[in-house]
């Protein structure tokens, strides 16, 4: 069983900055991807950037050139940098851990944008 537990999120006016937090802890696994998802309301969850353990990286279009997703692979943490944020931008942010066969999702972290 894997804990994956976000924070860092809050309330920041458009333009902004914050950096999110996503920890994984547990016993004998091996991480192949983390992820960080975002969920509007009334809106479909989306995915917002990926990481995989040999390092590759991908962004939604919509945050590329905005958010930077980072590990750190010895304490199994993953940070997402958003900046230049926007009122669009407000959701709650989900990390999500893929280990073999198995995905982990943290209870979310609130990220208010305000104009």
């Known amino acids: 069983q894997v804990q994956v537990v976000e924070s860092g999120g809050g309330l920041v006016q458009a333009g902004g900055s914050l950096r999110l937090s996503c920890a994984a802890s547990?016993?004998?696994?091996?991480?192949?991807?983390m992820n960080w998802y975002r969920q509007a309301p009334g809106k479909q969850r989306e995915l917002v950037a990926t990481?995989?353990?040999?390092?590759?990286?991908t962004y939604a279009d919509s945050v590329k050139g905005r958010f930077t997703i980072s590990r750190e692979n010895a304490n199994n943490t993953v940070y997402l940098q958003m900046n230049s944020l926007k009122p669009g931008d407000t959701a709650v942010y989900y990390c999500?851990?893929?280990?073999?066969?198995?995905?982990?999702w943290g209870q979310g972290t609130q990220v208010t944008v305000s104009s």
């Open positions: 547990g016993s004998d696994f091996s991480i192949n991807a």
């Open positions: 999500r851990v893929t280990t073999k066969g198995y995905l982990y």
């Open positions: 990481i995989t353990s040999d390092g590759r990286i």
